[in-house]
C-alpha cells in the first residue's frame, strides 16, 4: 500500500512567483488536510478537504492561499504572489473518511524556498 | 498559545539512559496521539491513547494519556541513537474538530 505522496519534495521559487504543492491521499482515503511548519515552530493546521469539498480552512491565510481536492487527481495546495514568509514545509496528511476523528497519516512533505 | 505544550524541547541524552517527554494542556482531549519525525521526513505516527488512565507500550517505548485526559507522556527505556527524532504529540480537544500538534521535542541520542 502506497502511503501518502508529496510532490515536488522541494521547490524553488522566486518572490511573486506562484507555487503549486500536490498531495495524493492514501488509496481508499478520501479526506486530506494540509499543515504548515515553521522552522523552530510546531506543524500548525491549514485545511481540511474532502473530495470536491473545502469542510475546514480556518487555518488557512484568507489571502494568496487556495486549496482544492477534486474529484479525479491529487489535491492541490496553492500560493500565489509568495513572499519570503511563506518559506517553510508543507505536510499533507490523509484519513480514511469513515466518520469522526480518525488517525491522519503524513506524507514526506514539500520544501518551499523563497528567494 | 499553544494548545498543546512539551517539555523538554531539547534533550541530548548518552546511549542506553532513559528519558521521559511529557504533553501537556489546561484542555481535554478526547484522544492523543504521537508522532515521530526525522529530517527532512513527515511525521509518522507512533501510537494513539484514547482511554484516561491508559498506557500503551511498543517496544522500549511506554505511553501514558492522563486520567483527566489533560496531558500525556512518552517514556524511552535503554534510549538508542536510532530514537533520534523530534518527538510530537498531537490530538483533537473535546470541542471543535481542528487537529493540534504540540510544540515538539527534539531528541538527539549520543552514541
Known amino acids: 500500500n502506497a502511503g501518502v505522496m508529496q510532490n515536488p519534495r522541494h521547490l524553488v521559487r522566486r518572490r511573486g512567483q506562484e507555487a503549486r504543492l500536490r498531495c495524493s491521499p492514501m488509496?481508499?482515503?478520501?479526506?486530506v488536510y494540509w499543515y504548515r511548519q515553521l522552522p523552530e515552530e510546531g506543524l500548525k493546521f491549514m485545511v481540511y478537504?474532502?473530495?470536491?469539498?473545502?469542510?475546514?480552512e480556518s487555518g488557512m491565510p484568507k489571502e494568496r492561499f487556495s486549496a482544492e481536492f477534486p474529484k479525479e487527481g491529487p489535491s492541490i495546495l496553492r500560493i500565489q504572489q509568495v513572499v519570503r514568509g511563506d518559506s517553510a514545509a508543507y505536510f499533507c496528511?490523509?484519513?480514511?473518511?469513515?466518520?469522526?476523528?480518525?488517525?491522519?497519516?503524513f506524507g514526506p512533505g514539500t520544501r518551499l524556498l523563497v528567494l | 498559545t499553544q494548545l498543546l505544550e512539551q517539555s523538554p524541547q531539547f534533550l541530548s541524552i548518552q546511549e542506553g539512559e532513559n528519558l521521559t517527554v511529557y504533553c501537556n494542556s489546561s484542555?481535554?482531549?478526547?484522544?492523543l496521539q504521537w508522532y515521530r519525525q526525522e529530517p527532512g521526513e513527515g511525521p509518522v505516527l507512533l501510537v494513539t491513547?484514547?482511554?484516561?488512565?491508559e498506557v500503551k507500550k511498543l517496544k522500549r517505548l511506554t505511553f501514558q494519556f492522563g486520567d483527566a485526559r489533560k496531558d500525556s507522556s512518552l517514556h524511552i527505556t535503554a534510549a538508542q541513537p536510532g530514537d533520534t527524532g523530534l518527538y510530537l504529540c498531537?490530538?483533537?480537544?473535546?470541542?471543535?474538530?481542528?487537529?493540534?500538534f504540540g510544540t515538539g521535542t527534539s531528541l538527539t541520542v549520543i552514541p
Open positions: 496528511a490523509s484519513s480514511p473518511g469513515q466518520g469522526g476523528r480518525e488517525t491522519q497519516y
Open positions: 488509496k481508499g482515503h478520501s479526506h
Open positions: 484542555s481535554v482531549f478526547s484522544s
Open positions: 478537504l474532502q473530495k470536491e469539498n473545502i469542510i475546514d
Open positions: 498531537a490530538g483533537f480537544p473535546n470541542t471543535g474538530n481542528q487537529f493540534y
Open positions: 491513547v484514547v482511554t484516561g488512565g
